[in-house]
């Protein structure tokens, strides 16, 4: 039965919709409102069966829990999978359907975008529920935030690991320079930074080369850069078994979901003395983005809270150091503690 499933650990509200009409078979997981409304991405794939749609949607949603709490975000955790195929089988009348979905919950599940939607699927959604974030008529774009949380992460784990102050001479090897990896790597070459890059846009590395003095190399060579830091901001699950023991830099630190392929790389990097920046930690910057988007947008304000991503992440590396464990389930520990820390305060008040 799928109410077995033994991901269901602390979810508190997990639905299912099947729509005849316009085909959408879709889950909600709300995991936890403790913060608040649950906010998380809707992702469209075409999952191979229906426990693999859930397994994936408790999942996420846990992982908005918290990321959103570690964000300073009065936002609790959620997520949603639409079950089909992002290029063949979605339709805006299914992305409505979607939106009453959504709306269902009476505001305690917010949308955003996710792989397989976009913000003109927000739009969509946005006819028919007003808990969308992200929708493409506001026209905002959150990767410089992205950007900006993650070069703030990175100095601070370089401050960590290498005991320097500023990012004047650090080698850097950004993998992928898309939104967020060109904007990150701009940043950081005026940082001081020396730069290693690849992507497969030859457009991007040549860009890089002529702007920022990057030295180009190939795809599967920047595993092997002889670099400070890997900032990898293209493809999820890069630190795996295969690239972890190839890595010369002391520190991973870059932008992109899902960068442990299974939790126990993250105790390998730890064994090879690599310092390692929770990717949910530092790629808020999207979120936070995200939640201060709106009419009354402060830019200074958004990036000012954006920025407290460095203070977080030396958190996270004290606790690593205290409690002797390895970042990644630091950070864990620390939006653990912060979630009773709320839940406590709530039954008192
Ligand atoms: P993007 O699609 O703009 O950029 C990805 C870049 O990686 C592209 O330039 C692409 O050509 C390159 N690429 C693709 N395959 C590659 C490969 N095998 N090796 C090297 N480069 C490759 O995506 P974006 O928005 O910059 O996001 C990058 C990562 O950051 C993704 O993992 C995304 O999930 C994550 N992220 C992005 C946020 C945002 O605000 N855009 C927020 C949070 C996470």
């Not at 180009?216 to 092997?224: C, E, N, P």
């Not at 910057?285 to 988007?293: A, N």
Request: charged share 25%; aromatic share 6%.
């Amino acid at each position: 039965s799928v109410f077995s499933s033994p991901s269901f650990d602390e979810h508190e509200d997990v639905a299912f919709h099947y729509d005849g009409e316009t085909g959408l078979k879709a889950i909600i997981s709300l995991h936890s409102t403790v913060m608040g409304p649950a906010l998380g991405g809707c992702r469209m794939w075409a999952y191979d069966d229906d426990a693999a749609a859930l397994t994936d949607v408790l999942r996420l949603s846990r992982g908005m829990t918290f990321k959103n709490a570690l964000a300073d975000l009065p936002w609790g955790g959620g997520k949603s999978v639409i079950i089909g195929n992002a290029k063949t089988d979605k339709t805006p009348a299914m992305m409505r359907e979607m939106g009453r979905f959504v709306d269902s919950f009476g505001g305690r599940y917010i949308v955003a975008e996710d792989v397989g939607t976009t913000p003109e699927d927000m739009a969509e959604i946005a006819k028919t529920t007003r808990n969308v974030r992200g929708v493409k008529s506001v026209g905002f774009d959150p990767s410089p935030g992205t950007a900006y949380g993650v070069f703030k992460g990175l100095e601070a784990a370089v401050g960590e690991a290498l005991g320097a102050s500023d990012l004047k001479g650090v080698r850097v090897a950004v993998q992928g320079l898309g939104h967020v990896g060109y904007d990150l790597a701009r940043r950081l070459h005026a940082a001081g930074a020396v730069l290693t890059v690849t992507d497969i846009d030859a457009a991007a590395l040549a860009r890089a080369e002529r702007e920022l003095g990057a030295t180009v190399v190939g795809l599967d060579a920047i595993y092997d850069a002889d670099v400070d830091v890997y900032a990898p901001c293209a493809l999820g699950a890069t630190l795996n078994d295969d690239t972890i023991p190839r890595l010369k830099a002391s520190i991973v630190a870059g932008a992109a979901n899902n960068q442990l392929a299974e939790t126990r790389h993250g105790d390998r990097l730890a064994d090879r003395g690599i310092l390692y920046a929770p990717d949910y930690v530092l790629n808020a910057g999207g979120v936070i983005h995200i939640y201060h988007e709106g009419p009354d947008f402060d830019r200074d304000a958004t990036f000012a809270h954006i920025g407290r991503i460095g203070g977080t992440m030396r958190d996270i590396f004290r606790r690593a150091k205290d409690d002797g464990i390895p970042p990644h389930i630091a950070a864990d520990r620390l939006a653990k503690d912060k979630l009773a820390a709320a839940k406590a305060g709530q039954r008192k008040a």
